[in-house]
């Protein structure tokens, strides 16, 4: 059996996830007559706690749709330089939105409300105006970071001030709450709207959500639709998406323990660059000193244990509910023994 740590976008449905789906209400969702896809949106509105939510194919559909929605072209928007929506979407925004993106650099996905405060163009003929800031949290390439409550709260108060949105995407909000035990509402309570994934962590097989003011949900049915994302029986996947929402949040706990648990096996291994303190939940990223990654990474596939390069100089170790404490013992011992050569 392989042991797989390339994401958790590879988690596979479970038994109850496949009875939902077998036995799901549905109908035509683009007229919005599906009550499975009604119930997951009132559902993951409340949960959010915004006016309304829509389902979407993907995160990257629901992030594209809100910066649609929030921005017109001409624009600019502010993102993290390491973000998902800058780094992993194909340049989505500056093909169908127009923006031009604005990154800053943060520190782990971190970005410092002062480095936004001076980012906020001016009133000035020259200048893109400034229509969205997007936040990320948990931050993917910030090795699972939890961005700190108080920061997004400095964040988004600046945003209020200038009149200007702000979106979070949220693929992994839960990991960020069950890690914390800060409430999904806390944090989304410091943005306009938010993009959350049913398809890693929770283990569904499809979709992501985004949630926001009922004007801007609206909005964003249309570009859904423009975009080719108009789902007809879209409950036969969205009923496994309901039980990821009412019974798959508290096991991401399971993932972070097997993140540690990791963490603490390769902490002050020679030959690595890492620092087990800044894993927070359940990705762990590590920098091989005396071989490549590329090298790593074939070197435990011939172990029968998969993991991602990241950049050249980087490995990302990815739990989910697919690998279990023995899988990461086994890999804590495998890369001892490539590291020792
Ligand atoms: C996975 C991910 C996305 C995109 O989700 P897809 O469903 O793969 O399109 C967006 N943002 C972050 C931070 C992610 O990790």
């Not at 109908?27 to 896809?37: C, K, M, Q, R, S």
């Not at 939510?53 to 993102?79: C, D, F, K, R």
């Not at 330089?81 to 923006?99: R, V």
């Not at 994934?197 to 959500?209: D, E, H, M, T, W």
Request: aromatic letters at 4%; charged letters at 25%.
């Amino acid at each position: 059996m392989m042991i797989d740590l390339r994401s958790d976008t590879i988690t596979r449905p479970t038994g109850e996830m496949r009875r939902a789906m077998y036995e799901a209400e549905v109908g035509d969702d683009v007229y919005g007559e599906d009550p499975t896809v009604n119930r997951l949106e009132e559902e993951s509105a409340r949960v959010m706690g915004k006016e309304a939510a829509m389902y979407v194919s993907s995160g990257t559909m629901g992030n594209q749709v809100a910066i649609l929605t929030h921005t017109s072209p001409g624009t600019e928007v502010i993102m993290e330089a390491n973000a998902h929506i800058y780094y992993y979407e194909a340049a989505a925004a500056s093909a169908f939105a127009g923006i031009q993106p604005r990154p800053l650099a943060g520190n782990k996905g971190v970005i410092p409300p002062e480095l936004v405060a001076g980012a906020i163009r001016a009133d000035d003929v020259h200048l893109p105006p400034t229509s969205l800031i997007c936040l990320e949290n948990t931050h993917n390439r910030g090795g699972g970071k939890i961005v700190p409550l108080e920061n997004m709260k400095a964040i988004y108060k600046l945003a209020c001030k200038h009149n200007i949105p702000v979106h979070l995407d949220g693929a992994r909000i839960f990991n960020a709450s069950v890690a914390s035990g800060i409430a999904v509402q806390d944090y989304t309570g410091c943005t306009t709207s938010v993009q959350f994934c049913f398809s890693k962590g929770l283990g569904a097989p499809v979709g992501s959500i985004i949630a926001g003011p009922s004007g801007f949900i609206d909005e964003a049915r249309r570009w859904r639709k423009r975009l080719g994302g108009g789902m007809r029986q879209a409950g036969v996947i969205a009923s496994a998406c309901l039980v990821a929402l009412t019974s798959m949040v508290e096991r991401l706990a399971d993932d972070h323990a097997n993140a540690h648990l990791l963490a603490e096996g390769l902490a002050g291994l020679n030959g690595l660059d890492f620092d087990p303190r800044e894993v927070d939940t359940n990705i762990v990223i590590i920098k091989p000193m005396k071989m490549l990654p590329g090298q790593l990474k074939e070197e435990l596939k011939k172990r029968d244990i998969l993991v991602s390069v990241m950049e050249p100089d980087m490995i990302r170790l990815t739990t989910s509910r697919e690998v279990n404490r023995e899988d990461i013992e086994k890999t804590v011992i495998a890369i001892k023994e490539i590291l020792a050569g």
